[in-house]
């Protein structure tokens, strides 16, 4: 398929999608650098609804986040917790749950970028580990293991290599792992490096740049 083809056919998704999210569409969210395109954002809802996930760690947050909080509540069951390094996008959405009374079920932590000793490269950046860990493990001691990983940050490239080194031992077994920009040849590269060195086995789907995965039980 050609470039203009698969535009279109994204655009067409898109716009299917967001007949489907109409429901959790209550009122205007802005548009934010960590928004999931609406069609990925279906696929992601698919899987919470279809996979029954109930304890949910997204890297990189936005606007969709606070729709997939609202799905939780609307369900009755479920947990996020939501990872964002840029400060303006975490309060924004930190406040939004706040005010629609969503904190039960999501909580959005702001982690800047700092060295970290899992990146690829000798200066690379992730999420500060200290706070990562201590959110983390707060979270799984209260709610379970992670049966849902949403990989959306930080940025593209190599940058969100670490994620699965450093969260595959909260991993519930059947863990389903999503990773939004599949279609990056940076991301791709780290793709395999997950499927050779963790045993992921990733499935790329034709209208969205999310690639899945299972955690090995």
Not at 29 to 48: C, H, K, N, Q, Y
Not at 78 to 85: D, P
Not at 121 to 127: E, F, K, L, P, V
Request: net charge negative.
């Amino acid at each position: 398929m050609d470039n203009s083809l698969a535009s279109l056919a994204r655009e067409l998704a898109d716009l299917s999608a967001l007949q489907r999210l109409s429901p959790l569409l209550s009122e205007y969210l802005p548009s934010t650098a960590g928004d999931l395109r609406p069609a990925e954002l279906v696929a992601v809802l698919d899987e919470v609804v279809l996979g029954a996930r109930t304890v949910l760690v997204e890297l990189g947050c936005g606007s969709s986040s606070v729709l997939l909080a609202r799905l939780l509540a609307r369900r009755g069951f479920g947990h996020l917790l939501s990872i964002e390094h840029d400060e303006r996008i975490a309060a924004f959405v930190a406040s939004q749950l706040r005010r629609e009374g969503l904190g039960a079920v999501a909580r959005v932590v702001h982690a800047p970028l700092t060295r970290h000793p899992a990146a690829l490269s000798r200066h690379g950046q992730w999420y500060s580990p200290e706070l990562v860990r201590d959110e983390v493990s707060g979270f799984v001691d209260a709610f379970g293991l992670v049966d849902l990983l949403v990989i959306d940050g930080p940025g593209v490239g190599d940058s969100r290599y670490p994620a699965v080194p450093v969260l595959r031992g909260v991993l519930a077994p059947g863990a389903t792992v999503l990773v939004d920009d599949a279609d990056q040849v940076d991301e791709r590269a780290v793709l395999v490096r997950w499927s050779e060195e963790f045993g992921l086995e990733f499935r790329n789907s034709p209208r969205t740049s999310i690639a899945s995965a299972a955690a090995l039980a």
